[in-house]
């Protein structure tokens, strides 16, 4: 067990962030279209050769641009997502049967992953009824309306972006790039964040923290976005 | 009959209209995305951008590109003053609570009871909803942006959608190249007709039935 004080330095290579990611691993992921993808620890985990992964989060990215790196280098055999159009190789991955893809619209996933990251066993809503979103689904009425049960989502690991971090594993993000990223880092049962920049404890303004370092378990030094972006 | 610049611009410019002083929007990819364009300056609209940002404004100037800061199809923008961020799951409460007053998506078929189809067509192309349910399902106001019929000249407004469904009886506004549609309790309203095209033109390229607007107006 983790004194005090240990529990209080979270900062780790990124090779000691790869030992906890391995063939078969339920990966969650911040980022919505690319932004806000750990660009570092998609890049190790390209590297490290890691295959057979299920990953959770809001989309496929691009072909060549953050978690779709790992999507179109048929590292993923399942994905659980809002989205794929933006990467035609999942598409293509989907179709011959390499790739099993689990649709949720994006509200509802945003939802169920906060949920799990709030322990919570699952969120009731009415988006999708009247639609194929709703087969295999339980349904159920609170004061006359009917809402179907959509479970909530955790995963053994998950990896997040953030503009700074400090020892702790308090996290700011950085405009747009915070997506999801919040919600992922509650839900992983192991949350390994990539920072911009790592500030010393007690830098943050407690008032602005955004992820309390309570639910990351290890902070690593990103080295950048290492694509080109679709509009450049 | 495909939608070339000029159809693809009238239409947007035609959806404009419908954008009101002090509206909460949220504009889809592609045509919906050239309504901005058309907004007169004396309407003050915040944008809505689903991966967390309410206050978007314009394209940034080249070279003045911020990676992090982009809308829901990952291209920059700028922010408007009062903006703010936020994450996914809160950009979907202002969706839930019915906060925003029009959505504008693009459409693959809508039928004549507001039933719209957007996210995949079987076997073929199966991109995903992204958040087209909840957007279609809960803003006050639906407006579609299309092309009236598909490559192969067939109407995609039809009696009945046949792709599944991104939201039942969620229309309110159709705008075309060819015509502009309100769903209505008794039916599909033809209300305006796109120059050089006549109401023969669009009830002929329509499998819905129309009802045709006391005054159809010509655009």
Redesign the interface.
Known sequence: MQTGAKKRNKLATLEEALTHIHDGTTLMFGG?????NPPTLVEGILQKGVKDLTLIG??AG?PDIGIGRLVSRERAKKLI??????NPVA?KL??EGKLE?E?S????L??R??AGGVGLGGIL????I????EEGKEKISIGGKEYLVEPALTAEVAIVYA?KADPFGNLV???????????VAMAGAFTIAEADEIVPLGELDPECI?TPGVFVDMVIQSKG?NWK???? | MGVGVESRNRIAQRAAKEIKDGMIVNLGIGIPTLVANYIPEEVHVMFHAENGILGTGPSPAPGEEDPNLCNAGGYPVTLQPGASYFDSAVAFGMIRRGYLDITILGALEVSEKGDLANWIVPGKRVPGMGGAMELAQKAKKVIVLMNHVNKQGKSKILKQCTLPLTAKEAVDLIITDMAVMEVTKDGLLLKEVMSPYTVEDVIQHTEAELILADRVTRL
């Not at chain 1, 919505?32 to 806000?36: L, Q, S, T, Y």
């Not at chain 1, 009247?130 to 979103?133: L, S």
């Open positions: 919505f279209g690319g932004v806000g809001n989309d691009f997502a809002s989205h794929i159009g933006s598409g989907m179709t893809v649709f619209p994006q509200g509802t945003a939802e992953i906060r809503v009415d988006v999708g009247g639609t194929i979103a503009r993000y950085d405009k747009s790039a915070r997506n999801f990223n919040p919600l955004v976005v972006w679709v509009w450049e």
